[in-house]
């Protein structure tokens, strides 16, 4: 957005222009639509495509930034002063997407950012402005229809890299190392399993009813339960009833049974490492 309209202002800045004449003035005009460029619209993203942690991660940095251009504007009508500008043009097409993010983070700008949202009305009396911009009420329509394809597909990333990031470490403890270390891998382990437990609740797949991309990114590692359970002397089972039960169900699957290694192969190679290197 920001480049676009510097564009039109250098083409047609003999006519109405868009940047200040001084050169000070310019660059701060210039860093201002480009934080909002590359703060505003990642932050904003994680607002309405997310939920849970990461959407309350977003929720905060988007306030923060708020706050922070609100603290820019001050008490001048418009971010350039007495003249509606090039980071009013940046900042106010976000203007219609406020509605949805409140409506689906639960939260309320104006009672974070008054005085910013006091400028929002201010150029919404610009008939410029008014007539350029898209109907609030559509947005939020539209942002209701892609949470339907982005929460489920961003739910889905995020499981999957806890799976990888919290599993690989906790699980080389149990079978390759011994002692406080293999303790202390043990309790990370089944502090994962329990969270996945939790999230996969009464649903027969992580997903729902289909078996998805949270599923092949764990069922991969029930092949080495048999070896976690020998050699950290532990049940997964009675600690994650659910999840084995889980893992039971995927293993009804012929493309996955046939796909997954021999557990006791993995057991004799566990056992084999330890003999070699413990």
């Known amino acids: 957005m920001a480049n676009e309209v510097q564009y039109i202002d250098e ?3 003999h006519k109405n222009p868009i940047l200040p004449s001084d050169p000070y003035q310019r660059a701060q005009a210039r860093f201002w639509a480009d934080f909002i460029d590359k703060k505003l619209y990642d932050a904003q993203r994680k607002v309405w495509a ?38 009013d043009i940046a900042l106010i097409g976000f203007y219609t997407w406020f ?42 329509e539209f942002v209701s229809e ?18 990888d990031k919290k599993f690989t470490d906790a699980q080389f403890k149990i079978w390759g190392k011994k002692g406080e270390e293999q303790e202390a891998g043990k309790k990370e382990f089944i502090e994962a399993v329990k969270i996945l437990e939790a999230e996969l609740g009464d649903k027969p797949y992580f997903g729902g009813d289909s078996f998805g991309y949270v599923d092949i990114s764990l069922i991969t590692f029930s092949s080495w339960f048999q070896a976690y359970e020998k050699f950290g002397n ?34 004799a190679y566990a056992a084999e490492y330890r003999k070699n290197n413990l």
């Open 11 to 13: 083409v047609w800045s």
């Open 99 to 140: 509605p949805a993010y409140e409506k689906f983070a639960n939260f309320s700008i104006e009672s974070e950012v008054p005085k910013l949202i006091a400028w929002v009305k201010k150029c919404l009396q610009r008939e410029s402005v008014a007539k350029s911009l898209p109907d609030p009420e559509k947005v939020t």
């Open 50 to 87: 997310t939920k849970g942690e990461e959407q309350e991660a977003g929720k905060k940095d988007f306030i923060e930034i708020l706050k922070t251009l609100e603290s820019e504007l001050g008490d001048k009508p418009y971010f350039g002063g007495d003249d509606f500008g090039y980071v």
């Open 234 to 267: 532990f049940s997964i089972e009675s600690e994650s009833p659910k999840l084995i039960a889980w893992a039971k169900r995927c293993m009804e699957k012929e493309s996955v049974s046939k796909s997954l290694p021999d557990s006791e192969k993995i057991v």
């Open 146 to 163: 892609l949470r339907k394809k982005f929460v489920p597909e961003a739910q889905a990333r995020f499981w999957a890299d806890f799976v």
